[in-house]
């Protein structure tokens, strides 16, 4: 069921994107350490804003990247 609604999530912040898809690479991953760490930063991606400022789909896009680069994946666009 956990595994359900973190692909829900993931899914939801890849369509709100304008439909744009990403990769994560990182060398010796095993696909279940992928998933777990793509869920923690797709949390932290989604968590509202301070201050009143608007919700953004790209902000959230940029922020899931940004915390994949920072366990030491590359991030790419698909296209």
Do not use: I
Request: aromatic share 6%.
């Amino acid at each position: 069921m956990r595994t359900a609604a973190v692909a829900a999530l993931v899914l939801g912040l890849g369509l709100a994107g304008c439909a744009e898809r990403w990769s994560y690479t990182k060398p010796g991953v095993t696909p279940s350490r992928l998933d777990q760490d793509l869920a923690s930063c797709a949390r932290q991606a989604d968590r509202p804003y301070s201050f009143g400022l608007s919700h953004s789909a790209r902000a959230d896009q940029e922020k899931l990247n940004q915390c994949m680069e920072r366990k030491g994946y590359t991030a790419r666009r698909d296209e």
